[in-house]
C-alpha cells in the first residue's frame, strides 16, 4: 500500500507518495481553505490507494507567532486572575530593566476570577458558579485554568461545563485536559495557547477529514510536537499538542537524510515561508523537550526540541519606529505572497530579496514567473542585500543557542537546510559558524512532508500518580517512572523495571554524584508509549553533479545558492547534495 | 583560534548554567529548587570569575570575595570549602557559599538557604544587632560529612539543609567533570587561553561603552529606614575619566546598631549591576566587565561595615538603595531610568517546623524609551515567584490572593510598572519577619514622570511597619502590596 505525507506550511503545501519504491513529490501554494490545498497536493501525487496518510501542520504555530489566534477570556480562581500577568516575577532581560515580555494572549479586561477553591488536600470553598462574570459575546474561546485542577478536576470541569452551557460555539478548553501538571502558570500558559488556536486548528482538522473521507483517502494521522502520531480527533481536541507539527516532521526528515550519508551529527535548519525551524540531532536523535517557550510563552508538552525564529521567506521587510531595518515576524503568507509573486503583493519580503540578488531564477520550478519589476517596487530604496543579512542575523542567534550555547561545537556538525527558503541561506550561516559542510536534500522543498512519511507511530500517554514509590501498586512493564526524592521539586526519568527504588537511586547518583537511601522516593508519573515503527526510505538518488559558487542550483521545489568559494557535489549514489567550503581563505574573502 | 576561544568560552558558560540547572533540580527548599535564589559560576586560578549562570544580580559581583578567602587556605583539589561570613567572603548569613578547586581554577555556587538558625525562624530577622544574632556564623571551613553534620544540626530544618547542601555539591562534581572533559577535548592551556579572553573581551566591551560616557564628577543621595525609625543616608560621587570610573561613598551613614549594613563585597555587586544595565547590558558574565570600575567606601561605614555588625537586610534592602543613589548619580550624565520598587519586599514565616522565605516582585520605573514591567524584580534580585501549588504542598499556607496591584505605577510620558499584591494566610502558629522598604515614600518618577506608590504591610487588615516581627496564630492573614514603578517624562495631553 502506498504511504502518503502531507505537509500543510504557511505559503505552500507539500506532498510527497511513496508507491512500489517510487518516489513521487509536490508543491502547491498553500490556499486560504488549507483542506483544499491537501486535496489538491495528493492530487498532484496521484495519490489513489493510500495505506498510510499522515499530515502536518505549521497553521497553530502560525497564528501563535502572528498573534492571529481566538478573542480568548481567561477563568481563573478568585483572587488569582491575573496569572498570565504576573508570570514568575522575574524579569524579560536581568540588565535591560525596561525589556517586556511578550504580551499575553489574553488582556487584562478578559481575565476574570470564579469564587472556589482546591487546596492540596482537600476542597477549601466550594465552587460558586454564579460568580463567574458575564464574558461577553465577543469571546470566541475561553480558558480555565483553577488551582489545584492537577489534583482534583471537579471544579474546572464544572466551570467548562456550565461555561459551554451559557456560551454554545464558544471553545472551553479546562487545564487538567491539557496539561495535567503542578505549577499554576505553566499550566495556565499552555491552556490559554490551546484555547487561543483552539478554533481556528479545529475547524481547519475537522474541514480536513470532511474533505479527505470525500476523496477517498484515509483519516490522516496529525504529527505532534514530540514527533509522535496522533489520531486527527485527538489533534482537533487539543491542538497545542500539535504546535510545533509540522517542524517536528522536518527535524524527523533531516534526520533520515544526514543518517543515509552517514552523518549523525547535524543541526537541521528548517526555512520556511512564514517562520524557520532548528534543531540539534546528536547521534542521529532529535533532541527532546517536556517545555519550551513559543513566541515568548511557555508551553509544557512533550516536544521535539527546536528554536523558532519568525521570520521566513515570506516575511515582510520594514523600518521600525527607530528607524532600523527588521524583517519579520509579519508574513506575506501565500496570499498575496510576496511582491514578486505577482499576486497583488506590495510590501518587499526575503524572497523579493533573494530575487533581486540574483539567487532565484526568473521562473520557479513550479512553473511560477517572478515579477522582478514589482520586486523592486517593493524595496523601494531598502537594499535586498541588507534585508537578507538582518533575516541572517535572525536566525544566528537561533542556530547558536542550539549549539554553541549548549556546549555544542558547530563546526563539529553537518548543516541540514531544507524548506523553500533554507537553501539559499544556508553557506552564509555555515560560514559564520565555522560550519564546513551543508546538506541539501534533493527534496529540501519538501522535506517535512518525507519525515511525516517515514515518522514512527507513536502514543505517549501520561498518568499522573504523585504518590510515595512503595504506595504505587502495580505499574506497567515497559515505559518510564518519572521519580524524585520527597521534597524535590524535578523528577529524573527511570526506566520500569523490578527494582525501581535502587535504580533511582542509581540514577540520582549518576546525575546529581550522590544517593540518599534514607530518603523516601516519590512517584510522580509513568509515561509510556506504544511504538509502532515507520516505513523504511530508500529515495532515488539524484544525478551526479558539481558546482562551484557562485551558483544557482534549481531542487524540486526549492532553490540553493552557493556562494563563492563553496562547492556542491552530488556523488550519483545519494540524493542528497554535499556543498563545502572550497578554502578558508576564499571563504574569508568573500566576507 | 578567535571561533575556539569563543567555542570554548561558550562551553565555560554552558557548565556554569548546567552547575546552575543542577543545584535547583536536585534542591528540597522552595527557596532555591522553585525561586531559583543561587547563582554558580567558574573562576580561573588567580581567581578571576570568568563564567556565571546568571541568576542574581547581587550574587554576581560579591562572589570573588568568597574565592579569595578560599584560596588563601591554599585548597587542594579534592576539597570542598564552606563559608557564610559576611567579612571572610560573604554576603549576609543565609547565602552560603560552596568553593571547589578545579583543573582549572574554581568552582563557586551560592544558594540563600531558608534558615542558618537565628533565634528568629528564617535567619532574615527584621530587628537584630550582632552578627551572630542572624544565623550560625562559617568561617572560611573544610567540609566534609561531620562538619556538614554538626552545622546543619545547629539549623532549622537539618534535613531540609543537609538536602540543599548536598545540592551544591553535586553542582561542583559536575563542574568537575565537564571542565576535565573540556580540557581533554580541548587542552588545558586552550580552556585557560579561552578563560583570558572571556576575561578580557568583557573588559573591552565596558571599558568602550564607559569611554562613550561623558567624563565628569556626579553626586548622589537618598536614605534607607531603619527598623527605629531613623533615616540613614547613603552618598556617592561618580567620577567618569575616560574609560574608567569610580564609584566613592564618602559621607554615607556610619554603621548603624541594626541589620541594614553592608559588606563591602555587596556595595560592589549593586555598583557592578547599575554599570552593566548602562554600559552593555548584554556583556557576557566575566569579573573583566568590572575591571574599569572602581568602588570605594569609608571603613566602618553602612555599606562597608565591620565585624561584628549585623547585616542581613544589607544585602537584600540597602543594596536596592545603592542602586538608586547610583543610578542617580549616573543620571546626571546619561539617561537613566526612574526609580523602580527600590526593595525586595522580604517575608518569611516559620516555626520550628518549617522556614519559608520568599521576595515579592513590583514596578520597575520606566524607561527614556519604555514603559516600566509590572509585577517583576526590579534590581539585585531576580527570583522567581513560588507556584502557589507548590508552596501549599510544602508549607502550612495558604495564598489567599496574588494579584497585580492595580493603579500604584506612576504615570508619565512613559508609565512606570505597577507592584504586586500578595495575601498569605498561616495555618499553624508562627513568627513572621517582614523586610521591606519604600513604605512611607514612594520610587521616583524621572525627568518628570509621576512618582510609583508606597508600598504596605497588614496583617488582618491592619498596618504594620515597614521591618516587623510578629507571632501569628492559624488564621492569621498577611498582605504585602509592593511599590509602583515611578514615570519617565512628563504625562502627555489626554492622559
Known amino acids: ?591 | 583560534m578567535r571561533v575556539e576561544l569563543q567555542v570554548i568560552g561558550a562551553a565555560l558558560r554552558s557548565i556554569a548554567d548546567e552547575m546552575g540547572a543542577v543545584l535547583v533540580r536536585s534542591a528540597f527548599s522552595a527557596n532555591i529548587k522553585e525561586r531559583r535564589d543561587c547563582s554558580t559560576a567558574l573562576f580561573d586560578l588567580r581567581g578571576r570569575m570568568i563564567a556565571q549562570a546568571e541568576h542574581i544580580p547581587v550574587h554576581l559581583g560579591a562572589m570573588p570575595d568568597a574565592v579569595a578567602a578560599v584560596r588563601a587556605h591554599d585548597p587542594r583539589p579534592d576539597e570542598a570549602w564552606i563559608l557564610n561570613d559576611p567579612f571572610a567572603g560573604g554576603t549576609h548569613l543565609p547565602d552560603i557559599t560552596l568553593v571547589t578547586r578545579t583543573g582549572v581554577g574554581f568552582a563557586v555556587t551560592r544558594a540563600h538557604h531558608a534558615d542558618v538558625g537565628a533565634a528568629e525562624p528564617g535567619s532574615l530577622p527584621a530587628e537584630s544587632h550582632r552578627l551572630d544574632e542572624e544565623g550560625v556564623v562559617i568561617p572560611p571551613t573544610r567540609l566534609d560529612e561531620e562538619v556538614l553534620d554538626a552545622l546543619v544540626a545547629r539549623m532549622r530544618n537539618p534535613d531540609e539543609r543537609r538536602g540543599d547542601l548536598r545540592a551544591q555539591l553535586a553542582a561542583h562534581s559536575l563542574a568537575a567533570t565537564r571542565l576535565d572533559e573540556l580540557c581533554a577535548r580541548r587542552g588545558q592551556s586552550r580552556v585557560e587561553s579561552a578563560m583570558d579572553e572571556l576575561y578580557a573581551y568583557s573588559e573591552r566591551r565596558v571599558r568602550a561603552a564607559i569611554s562613550r560616557f561623558p567624563d565628569g564628577r556626579f553626586e548622589g543621595a537618598d536614605t534607607v529606614e531603619a527598623a527605629d525609625g531613623s533615616e540613614l543616608e547613603l552618598r556617592v560621587v561618580l567620577t567618569i575619566a575616560g574609560d574608567e570610573l569610580e564609584l566613592d561613598f564618602a559621607g554615607t551613614a556610619p554603621q548603624h546598631d541594626g541589620n541594614l549594613n553592608c559588606p563591602l563585597a555587596v556595595t560592589r555587586s549593586a555598583c557592578y549591576f547599575v554599570v552593566r544595565c548602562l554600559a552593555d547590558p548584554d556583556t557576557p558574565a566575566s569579573g573583566g566587565a568590572f575591571a574599569p570600575v572602581r568602588v570605594l567606601a569609608p571603613e566602618g561605614s553602612l555599606l562597608n561595615a565591620r565585624s561584628p555588625a549585623a547585616v542581613a537586610a544589607g544585602n537584600v534592602e540597602t543594596s536596592s538603595r545603592i542602586v538608586d543613589v547610583v543610578f542617580a548619580a549616573f543620571g546626571q550624565a546619561v539617561p537613566v531610568p526612574a526609580q523602580g520598587q527600590g526593595t525586595m519586599n522580604n517575608l518569611t514565616l516559620g516555626n520550628d517546623r518549617f522556614t519559608y522565605y520568599e521576595t515579592v516582585g513590583g514596578g520597575q520605573g520606566a524607561c527614556p524609551d519604555a514603559d516600566g514591567p509590572s509585577a517583576v524584580h526590579v534590581a539585585m534580585s531576580n527570583t522567581l515567584s513560588t507556584p502557589t501549588e507548590a508552596l501549599e504542598l510544602a508549607y502550612p499556607l495558604r495564598v489567599e490572593r496574588h494579584e497585580l496591584r492595580l493603579g500604584s505605577a506612576g504615570a508619565g510620558a512613559h508609565r512606570g510598572g505597577d507592584g504586586v499584591v500578595r495575601e498569605l494566610r498561616v495555618l499553624e502558629p508562627c513568627r513572621l519577619s517582614l523586610v521591606g522598604e519604600r513604605r512611607t515614600r514612594g520610587p521616583q518618577g524621572a525627568s518628570g514622570g509621576e512618582p510609583g506608590r508606597p508600598g504596605r504591610n497588614l496583617l488582618n487588615g491592619e498596618e504594620l511597619p515597614a521591618k516587623v516581627t510578629r507571632s501569628l496564630g492559624p488564621g492569621d492573614v498577611v498582605r504585602v502590596e509592593t511599590p509602583g514603578g515611578g514615570g519617565y517624562g512628563r504625562v502627555r495631553n489626554g492622559h
Open chain 1, 1 to 591: 500500500m502506498a504511504i502518503l505525507g502531507v505537509d500543510v506550511g504557511g505559503t505552500f503545501t507539500d506532498a510527497v507518495l511513496l508507491a512500489e519504491g517510487e518516489l513521487r513529490t509536490a508543491k502547491v501554494p498553500t490556499a486560504t481553505r488549507q483542506e483544499e490545498s491537501v486535496l489538491a497536493a495528493a492530487a498532484a501525487v496521484g495519490a489513489g490507494e493510500v495505506g498510510r496518510f499522515t499530515h502536518g501542520t505549521t497553521v497553530a504555530t502560525n497564528a501563535l507567532l502572528e498573534r492571529k489566534g481566538a478573542r480568548t477570556a481567561f477563568v481563573a480562581t478568585d483572587g488569582f486572575e491575573h496569572l498570565l500577568h504576573l508570570r514568575r516575577q522575574d524579569r524579560a532581560h536581568l540588565y535591560r530593566l525596561c525589556a517586556a515580555h511578550a504580551e499575553p494572549l489574553v488582556p487584562l479586561e478578559r481575565c476574570h476570577g470564579v469564587r472556589e477553591r482546591i487546596g492540596p488536600a482537600r476542597v477549601i470553598a466550594s465552587l460558586e458558579l454564579d460568580s463567574l462574570p458575564d464574558l461577553g459575546d465577543d469571546v470566541e474561546s475561553v480558558a480555565v485554568c483553577l488551582l489545584f485542577a492537577f489534583r482534583d478536576a471537579s471544579h474546572e470541569r464544572a466551570v467548562a461545563l456550565e461555561l459551554r452551557r451559557r456560551l454554545p460555539g464558544v471553545r472551553v478548553v479546562a487545564s487538567h485536559e491539557v496539561s495535567p501538571e503542578l505549577r499554576e502558570y505553566e499550566r495556565a500558559s499552555t491552556t490559554a495557547i490551546d484555547a487561543y488556536l483552539g478554533p481556528a486548528v479545529s475547524r481547519y482538522l475537522e474541514a480536513l477529514a470532511v474533505a479527505t473521507g470525500g476523496a477517498g483517502l484515509p483519516e490522516p494521522l496529525v504529527m505532534r510536537s514530540s514527533g509522535g502520531l496522533a489520531t486527527l480527533a485527538e489533534a482537533a481536541a487539543h491542538p497545542a499538542v500539535a504546535l510545533v507539527s509540522g517542524p517536528a516532521a522536518g527535524v524527523v526528515g533531516a534526520a533520515r537524510v544526514a543518517r543515509a550519508v552517514g552523518v549523525e551529527n547535524a543541526i537541521s535548519l528548517d526555512m520556511g515561508g512564514t517562520s524557520t525551524d532548528v534543531c540539534l540531532i546528536s547521534g542521529g536523535e532529535a533532541g527532546r523537550s517536556s517545555e519550551r517557550e513559543v513566541g515568548g510563552l511557555p508551553l509544557r508538552l512533550p516536544m521535539v526540541d527546536l528554536q523558532t525564529v519568525g521570520a521566513g521567506g515570506g516575511s515582510i521587510v520594514w523600518h521600525d519606529a527607530g528607524g532600523a531595518l527588521r524583517v519579520g515576524p509579519e508574513s506575506a503568507g501565500a496570499d498575496p505572497g510576496p511582491a514578486c509573486y505577482g499576486r497583488g503583493g506590495e510590501r518587499p519580503t526575503v524572497t523579493d530579496a533573494n530575487l533581486l540578488l540574483g539567487r532565484l531564477p526568473p521562473r520557479l520550478a513550479g512553473g511560477l514567473e517572478l515579477d522582478v519589476a514589482a520586486a523592486e517596487r517593493a524595496f523601494g530604496g531598502i537594499d535586498p542585500a541588507e534585508a537578507v543579512e538582518v533575516v541572517n542575523a535572525e536566525m544566528l542567534r537561533a542556530l547558536r543557542l542550539v549549539s554553541v550555547e549548549r556546549g555544542h561545537d558547530p563546526r563539529e556538525h553537518a548543516l541540514v537546510a531544507f524548506g523553500g527558503a533554507g537553501p539559499l541561506h544556508a553557506c552564509a550561516l555555515a560560514e559564520e559558524l565555522g560550519i564546513e559542510t551543508v546538506l541539501v536534500p534533493d527534496t529540501a522543498g519538501v522535506l517535512s512532508a518525507i519525515g511525516l512519511a517515514a515518522a514512527d507511530e507513536r502514543r505517549d500517554s501520561v498518568r499522573s500518580y504523585v504518590c510515595a514509590l512503595e504506595d504505587a501498586g502495580e505499574l506497567p512493564a515497559e515505559g518510564e517512572a518519572e521519580l524524585r526524592y520527597r521534597g524535590q521539586s524535578f523528577e529524573l526519568s527511570v526506566p520500569l523495571q523490578p527494582d525501581l527504588a535502587e535504580a533511582f537511586h542509581r540514577a540520582h547518583a549518576a546525575r546529581y554524584g550522590y544517593a540518599d537511601r534514607d530518603r523516601a522516593i516519590e512517584l510522580v508519573a509513568v509515561r509510556t508509549a506504544e511504538l509502532r515503527p515507520g516505513p523504511a526510505l530508500q529515495l532515488p538518488a539524484g544525478r551526479p553533479l558539481e558546482e562551484t559558487g557562485p551558483k544557482r542550483i534549481e531542487l524540486e521545489g526549492a532553490t540553493c545558492w552557493l556562494p563563492p568559494g563553496w562547492v556542491g557535489v552530488r556523488d550519483g549514489t545519494s540524493s542528497t547534495l554535499r556543498l563545502t567550503r572550497q578554502s578558508r581563505d576564499r571563504a574569508e574573502s568573500v566576507k
